[in-house]
C-alpha cells in the first residue's frame, strides 16, 4: 500500500518567514496530492490539492509542488501569521477512495 | 447548515461496553469515510463507502462495523470497547471524481475508554 513520510514533524517559525513542509511517497500510480490544516480541537479542512498533471500550484500564501520523478510533494507558506499556527497533513492517493496522511506537521507561528 | 455532523461529540465509556457514532452529510455526495486519529494525531482510514456499499476496510478489528443505511449516512459500532479504542473518530464526504476530490470532514467524535 502507499506509505507518506512528511517531514518536519514540528516546525516553528517567525512570523512573517516561510514555512516548508516535505512529503514522500511509495506508489509511483498515486495521482492526487491534497494538503489538510487541523487547528487545534478543530476538523481537517483542504488548504490546497495537486494532481499528478502539474508541478506546481499557487493560492494566495500557500503553493504546492509535486516531483513525481522523484516522488515527493511540498507545501510552501509565506509571509506566515499568527492564524497559520496548526497541525498541517500531506497525503497522497491512487484512486478515489482512500487518502493516505502522511504523519502530520505541527507549525508553531511566532509572533 | 452543517454540511457533515457526527454525534456525539463526546463519548466516555467503560471498557467491554458497545457503543455508536452516527454521522450525516447534507452534501449529496456519493462516498462516505471513517477515520481514527489517534493521540499522536495520526490520521487513518478504517472504512469508506460508495453508494451504501463498503469498498474499503482497512484491516480494522471485527469489533468495529459501519452501516449505511443511505448515502447520506455512515453509522459506526464498537463492540467490546478497548482501552486502545481511545481516539478521536472523524466521518469524511466526498463525491468521488477521477483524479481525485475534497473530503469534508465531520467535527470528530472524541472516544474515552475507561
Known amino acids: 500500500g502507499e506509505n507518506v513520510e512528511q517531514h518536519p514533524s514540528t516546525l516553528s517559525v517567525q512570523e512573517g518567514d516561510s514555512a516548508v513542509i516535505k512529503c514522500t511517497y511509495s506508489d509511483s500510480a498515486s495521482n492526487y496530492f491534497p494538503w489538510y490544516k487541523q487547528e487545534l480541537g478543530k476538523r481537517p479542512q483542504l488548504i490546497i490539492d495537486i494532481r499528478s498533471n502539474v508541478g506546481e500550484k499557487k493560492d494566495q500564501r500557500i503553493a504546492v509542488t509535486l516531483n513525481k520523478t522523484a516522488k515527493h510533494f511540498s507545501l510552501h507558506i509565506t509571509e506566515t501569521q499568527p492564524e497559520d499556527s496548526a497541525v498541517y497533513f500531506c497525503?497522497?492517493?491512487?484512486?478515489?477512495?482512500?487518502?493516505?496522511f502522511g504523519a502530520g506537521t505541527t507549525v508553531t507561528v511566532r509572533a | 447548515d452543517t454540511a457533515v455532523s457526527q454525534t456525539p461529540k463526546y463519548l466516555v465509556t467503560q471498557m467491554g461496553n458497545d457503543k455508536s457514532i452516527k454521522c450525516e452529510q447534507n452534501l449529496g455526495h456519493d462516498t462516505m469515510y471513517w477515520y481514527k486519529q489517534d493521540s499522536k494525531k495520526f490520521l487513518k482510514i478504517m472504512f469508506s463507502y460508495n453508494n451504501k456499499e463498503l469498498i474499503i476496510n482497512e484491516t480494522v478489528p471485527n469489533r468495529f462495523s459501519p452501516k449505511s443505511p443511505d448515502k447520506a449516512h455512515l453509522n459506526l459500532h464498537i463492540n467490546s470497547l478497548e482501552l486502545g479504542d481511545s481516539a478521536v473518530y472523524f466521518c469524511a464526504s466526498s463525491q468521488v471524481v477521477a483524479g481525485g476530490s475534497e473530503q469534508f470532514f465531520g467535527p470528530g467524535t472524541r472516544l474515552t475508554v475507561l
Open positions: 497525503a497522497a492517493s491512487r484512486n478515489d477512495y482512500k487518502l493516505s
